[in-house]
């Protein structure tokens, strides 16, 4: 069988589930069409698994699950590591085909989205090597120490804004704590999971220890969290879904880690370094044309400098270019499906009717040559909404930001934490004091000051309200992928 990574993707062909280390078409063999959101042109055809699919999935996972757990801890370190770098020696069809199937430029999943699945496996192939539990001593009378112990099968189920880069960054630690996984990426952006399937094989990871099956989430997705056999489930997407999930998790008391949305508020002080503040924020606005759960939405300014960011900002904007993926010099693509595009344009009418006033954008684009069926959306910048509007209180998911303006801090805070989402927030000051007492108050998993996307691994990664529940990261994953032991031992 020819190489699936040396695919060249330039004529439609069928993806398949990967199961006990083989490739395998849907049990019900059938499948759905999977289209390039900046041509249209359909890409490939995905397995429209079912239940019968997670029941041969699960088996595979148990039968493997006693020859993971029982490796050593330098064994599943080589293997992931290996994983890591068949991932990098394949960088650009890895790139390729994630631009192909995101829509995002293949510039950023070269230098972004697949280094750092690589980064994923790489970082958690040494969490192996280094986790350790703690012991506590009972002063002569006993002591306890605790023991990590692997769950068994989970399920680790991503979205499609960041395929590979999420899809690695839940199976690494999985598998690194010495669990057999069953894991699907979004029905929307199958590509790059396909293709970790194969590096998989040639890393030596053995028949069974990552299933990956493809397919809709009412269906393979529902399905795989409901089983009886899953002993948790780590999952990456939208608040309602999470919502859906934690319904039939909880009675189960399956273990849960959910990722989910964010409305983030791009704080910006009059006493900030204004050329950073702007340049960085065209990328919390506009990287993956703003398809980012961390994008800054919401940016607020303090009003003596309102108008002065405004027009520095929407000059930049004015130099984007948006177009074809694959063209080196484009800043903004597609997005990604033909669905999210009308989603996205539907929020910007209701922006409209909200009283909001477009100050660039605001529509669709249409992009000569091979991409004139794309789904490109030019950059949008919304003011004059109040605050507690839909466009300012629900995520939008796409290349549109509005403007707020405050007067102090406390109005800053207000209007920050004024929504049912805290998952991150940025915040521009030079005033040190200040940055600290912004980030003691924001309701956010993470702030940033100066900064935005910068992260360390080994940092707790996750929401508050209803951006999510548990922490990814570091020893949280770890944790969140062993169940704890104490054992006592009296003096
Ligand atoms: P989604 O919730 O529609 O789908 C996510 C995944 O869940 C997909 O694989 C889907 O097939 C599956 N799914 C859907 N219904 C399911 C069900 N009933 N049971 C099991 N699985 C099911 O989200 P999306 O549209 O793919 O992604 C966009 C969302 O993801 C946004 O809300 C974004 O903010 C969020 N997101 C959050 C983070 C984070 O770290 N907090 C990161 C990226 C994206």
């Known amino acids: 069988m020819k190489s699936i990574i040396e695919r060249t993707f330039d004529t439609p062909f069928a993806i398949q589930n990967f199961i006990d280390g083989k490739f395998v078409d849907s049990v019900n063999q059938m499948n759905f069409e999977n289209i390039n959101p900046a041509t249209g042109a359909m890409l490939c055809t995905v397995p429209d698994s ?31 590591y290996v994983i890591a770098q068949g991932i990098m020696e394949n960088l650009d069809r890895f790139a390729l085909a994630e631009s192909l199937d995101t829509g995002k430029p293949l510039s950023l999943a070269k230098s972004v989205d697949i280094p750092r699945s690589a980064q994923n496996f790489e970082f958690f192939a040494t969490a192996t090597m280094q986790f350790a539990s703690e012991s506590h ?44 996984v069953v894991a699907k990426p979004s029905e929307v952006t199958p590509l790059t999971a ?35 056999d899953i002993k948790a489930i780590s999952f990456t997407g939208g608040t309602a879904t999470g919502k859906q999930i934690a319904s039939v998790a909880a009675p189960q008391f399956k273990k849960l880690s959910l990722e989910l949305g964010g409305k983030n508020p791009n704080i910006i002080f009059a006493d900030a370094d204004l050329d950073q503040a702007i340049q960085t924020t065209i990328q ?46 484009t800043n903004v693509g597609a997005v990604v499906s033909k669905n999210h595009f009308h989603k996205v344009l ?13 100050l660039t954008g605001g529509n669709s684009l249409k992009i000569e040559g091979n991409c004139e069926n794309g789904y490109f959306i030019a950059p949008t910048v919304i003011e004059g909404l109040p605050q507690h509007c839909r466009t300012n ?28 989402y805290g998952l991150s927030a940025t915040v521009w000051t030079q005033d040190i004091k200040k940055a600290h007492r912004m980030a003691n108050r924001l309701e956010a998993g993470i702030v940033w000051v100066n900064t935005w996307m910068l992260r360390d691994l080994r940092t707790p990664f996750g929401g508050v309200k209803q951006s999510g529940v548990g922490r990814e990261g570091g020893w949280e994953a770890m944790r969140f992928f062993t169940d704890a032991k104490n054992v006592v031992i009296k003096y």
């Open 284 to 329: 919390s606005s506009f990287r993956n044309q703003g398809q980012i759960c961390l994008c800054g939405s919401r940016i607020l300014i303090e009003s003596s400098i309102y108008e002065q960011f405004k027009s520095r900002f929407l000059e930049k904007i004015g130099q984007l270019k948006v177009g074809n993926p694959l063209d080196s010099m």
């Open 346 to 358: 539907d929020c910007i009418e209701l922006a409209k009717a909200e009283g909001g006033k477009i």
């Open 194 to 228: 396909y293709l970790l399937g194969e590096i998989c094989q040639k890393a030596g990871l053995p028949d069974g220890v990552l299933n990956i099956l493809h397919g809709f989430g009412h269906r393979v997705g529902a399905a795989l969290i409901a089983h009886p």
């Open 137 to 180: 001593d009972m002063e002569g009378v006993a002591l306890n120490y605790t023991l990590r112990k692997p769950l068994g099968v989970v399920a680790c189920i991503s979205p499609w804004n960041l395929p590979l880069y999420l899809f690695s960054w839940k199976i690494a630690p999985a598998l690194a704590a010495g669990n057999c």
């Open 393 to 420: 209180m629900e995520e939008i998911f796409g290349p549109v930001v509005t403007l707020q303006s405050f007067d102090n801090e406390e109005e800053a805070l207000t209007i920050a934490n004024g929504t049912n």
């Open 50 to 80: 079912d239940e019968k699919d997670v029941q041969k999935a699960i088996l595979a996972a148990q039968k493997a699950f006693p020859v993971w757990k029982n490796k050593s801890n330098e064994e599943r370190f080589r293997i992931l």
